[in-house]
């Protein structure tokens, strides 16, 4: 994660603008979630593509929002490993029983 985190910040670096806000980055953000949800929609819902509409992929929209959310967490000085080390805790802690296991579904 660093090195994606690294990355992006040098290609954002070689701009005079650098990151947008904070707010511009999460409405950039919701506008990124919105073209993955249609984009699933379009794959797995009920909902088929215009004969108009350009094919994306739904790799493509995880990406654009994987950016956008590295983007954000860089202008706020987050180091998303920590993040993610913080959460991983925090469902192998708190949430541990909250799901049955595969191994345990197996000696029942």
Not at 3 to 9: H, N, S
Not at 44 to 67: C, I, M, Q, R
Request: aromatic letters at 10%; glycine letters at 4%; one cysteine or more.
């Amino acid at each position: 994660m660093k090195e994606l985190q690294e990355e992006v910040d040098a290609y954002i670096s070689q701009f005079k603008e650098g990151y947008f806000s904070p707010l511009a980055m999460l409405a950039r953000m919701t506008e990124e979630l919105g073209e993955l949800a249609r984009e699933i929609n379009h794959y797995y819902g009920e909902k088929p593509k215009k004969s108009t509409e350009s094919e994306k992929a739904v790799d493509e929209e995880l990406g654009d929002l994987l950016f956008v959310l590295i983007c954000l967490a860089n202008s706020l000085n987050i180091d998303l490993e920590k993040a993610h080390d913080y959460v991983m805790n925090k469902f192998n802690t708190r949430d541990k029983d909250r799901w049955t296991r595969i191994d345990q579904e197996n000696m029942e």
